[in-house]
């Protein structure tokens, strides 16, 4: 049997997968082929997978400098 992106009964597999809502790791585990694989199906069939834990985290946000400096010379002023 042919494993990965030359077996079409895991291209449809993969696409019912991502409709039931599986990230993309997680759908690879369940399907026993490598994530890059099943990057490769979704792109060709032409569906999306749900983002993973690295979709759900935010950007980090910027220091805020100018608040550090009016504190520290609040502090070396007393």
Known sequence: MRRGKFNPERWL????LASEGYAVTRAAQVLG???ATAIYIARRMGFRWIEGRRGKRSKPQPAETVGRVERMM????R
């Not at 597999?13 to 019912?16: D, L, V, Y």
């Open 13 to 16: 597999r993969a696409q019912e």
């Open 74 to 77: 609040r502090l070396a002023s």
């Open 33 to 35: 082929i490598h994530h």
